[in-house]
């Protein structure tokens, strides 16, 4: 059974910085694209960024393009979101997903249960 | 990029049919066949129904479609029931590596 659980999600200040981690379990970890994608409270879904499967190609929105950095750790089954210079608009749950195949086209087939970054002063 | 447009709202009464638009660009969902459909129930993550236009996964109910034409794609709940009152976004491949998804759609089951 595929699982994702992130972990991270903390109350931080603007202007701060925050380490998102997902553990993955259930799959060749090493064979998938994986993404970040990330939900505001009461609001809709926006893609944040993705690594492919070796972790030599990183793509992110312009939204978080030059604060954030992903990476993988495919001896330990883990993805990351490095945060860095938080806005108040970063304010959302935070989701780790899968991506269907080895390709950066294919959609978001598993989800974890998403870990709440809140920026606040 | 901006976000793919979806009515915010759509509705239909058990056994019946409702149909959600997502509307893009050439950039996005005119020039890919990846879009692909979402499920979210609240408090919980979103479930992939739809990949690749036309796709369900494995324990998607046939009652779920989608298709494409031009610009826009659209999924098709046949059968309405109950548990498929949800909020429901699309999602598009846009080239150079980037996704985007829609603003989202409330379907109530009356």
């Known amino acids: 059974e595929v699982q994702l659980v992130e972990s991270g999600g903390v109350v931080v200040q603007p202007g701060g910085s925050l380490r998102l981690s997902c553990a993955a379990s259930?799959?060749?970890?090493?064979?998938?694209?994986m993404h970040w994608v990330r939900q505001p409270p009461g609001k809709g879904l926006e893609w944040v960024s993705l690594?492919?499967?070796?972790?030599?190609?990183?793509y992110y929105a312009d939204s978080v393009k030059g604060r954030f950095t992903i990476s993988r750790d495919n001896n330990k089954n883990s993805l990351f979101l490095q945060m860095n210079n938080l806005r108040i608009e970063d304010t959302a749950f935070y989701y780790c997903?899968?991506?269907?195949?080895?390709?950066?086209?294919?959609?978001?087939?598993?989800w974890g249960q998403g870990t709440l970054v809140t920026v606040s002063s | 990029q901006s976000a793919l447009t979806q009515p915010p709202s759509a509705s239909g009464s058990p056994g019946q049919s409702v149909t959600i638009s997502c509307t893009g660009t050439?950039?996005?969902?005119?020039?890919?066949?990846?879009v692909s459909w979402y499920q979210q129930h609240p408090g919980k993550a979103p479930k992939l129904i739809i990949y690749e236009v036309t796709r369900r996964p494995s324990g998607v109910p046939d009652r779920f479609s989608g298709s494409k034409s031009g610009d826009t794609a659209s999924l098709t709940v046949s059968g309405l029931q109950a548990e498929d009152e949800a909020d429901y976004y699309c999602?598009?491949?846009?080239?150079?590596?980037?996704?985007?998804f829609g603003s989202g759609t409330k379907v109530t089951v009356l």
């Open positions: 050439s950039s996005d969902v005119g020039g890919y066949k990846y």
């Open positions: 997903t899968k991506g269907r195949g080895s390709s950066t086209t294919s959609s978001f087939d598993y």
């Open positions: 690594i492919t499967w070796g972790g030599g190609g990183t």
């Open positions: 999602s598009s491949y846009a080239g150079s590596n980037n996704h985007v």
């Open positions: 259930g799959f060749t970890f090493n064979d998938y694209v």
